[in-house]
């Protein structure tokens, strides 16, 4: 079993910048993959971006260019770094993490609120 608690939401200015952190807890050293979600009101959740425990990344077509997710592995920790944010941008931020041998998420966090200003 695997907790995740997000942080680092918050209200930014349109055109700035925040950097999400999910902390993993239990066990671990199951972990083949962890990415980020975001659900904005009245819309559909949807994979912002992913990680593996390798290194491989992927992201939405949305936040190309803008958003990089990245992994530290010592610290069981995944970030997201968001630059020149836009108000669509606003939404609840969850935190997912897949165990081995899973072809699903198995583990979410309780999101954090990103809200961008225009």
């Known amino acids: 079993q695997v907790q995740l608690v997000e942080s680092g939401g918050g209200l930014v200015q349109a055109g700035g910048s925040l950097r999400l952190s999910c902390a993993a807890s239990g066990s671990t050293f199951s972990i083949v993959a962890m990415a980020w979600y975001r659900q904005a009101s009245g819309k559909p959740r949807e994979l912002v971006a992913a990680?593996?425990?390798?290194?491989?990344?992927s992201y939405a077509d949305s936040v190309k260019g803008r958003f990089t997710i990245s992994i530290d592995n010592a610290k069981n920790t995944v970030y997201l770094q968001m630059n020149s944010l836009k108000a669509e941008d606003t939404a609840v931020y969850y935190c997912?993490?897949?165990?081995?041998?899973?072809?699903?998420?198995?583990?979410w966090g309780r999101g954090t609120q990103v809200t961008v200003s225009s």
């Open positions: 997912a993490a897949r165990a081995k041998s899973s072809l699903h998420w198995d583990s």
């Open positions: 990680i593996t425990s390798g290194g491989t990344t």
